[in-house]
């Protein structure tokens, strides 16, 4: 059964940082494009960085650019998001996402991990 398991989520103060992983087992992790997503109660999930199986492009939500890096180790089957600068809008249930589209879609999902910014 596929497993992705978050970790690393937490309370921190605005401004501080966290370093969230994600780790991934029972499929090949390096063929993956993985991501990160993250949703608050009655919001839509949204994107917040995804990284392409080499790892050698990334893409990053307009509000977490310049405070957000996303890295893998496949070597490892783990996937990262480093978050600096937080704000109390970074307060979500952040989820790793792992997708691949061939030769048939498959989707998978971490069970998320909550990051709460507050003073």
């Known amino acids: 059964q596929v497993q992705l398991v978050e970790s690393g989520g937490g309370s921190v103060q605005p401004g501080g940082s966290l370093r969230l992983s994600c780790a991934a087992s029972r499929f090949t992790f390096s063929l993956y494009y993985m991501r990160w997503y993250r949703q608050a109660p009655g919001k839509e999930r949204e994107l917040v960085a995804g990284i392409s199986n080499g790892g050698g492009s990334t893409t990053y939500a307009e509000s977490v650019k310049g405070r957000c890096t996303i890295a893998r180790d496949n070597a490892k089957s783990e996937v990262y998001l480093q978050m600096n600068s937080l704000k109390p809008e970074d307060t979500d249930v952040y989820y790793c996402?792992?997708?691949?589209?061939?030769?048939?879609?498959?989707?998978?999902w971490g069970q998320g991990t909550q990051v709460t910014v507050s003073s």
């Open positions: 996402n792992a997708i691949i589209m061939v030769p048939t879609t498959r989707n998978y």
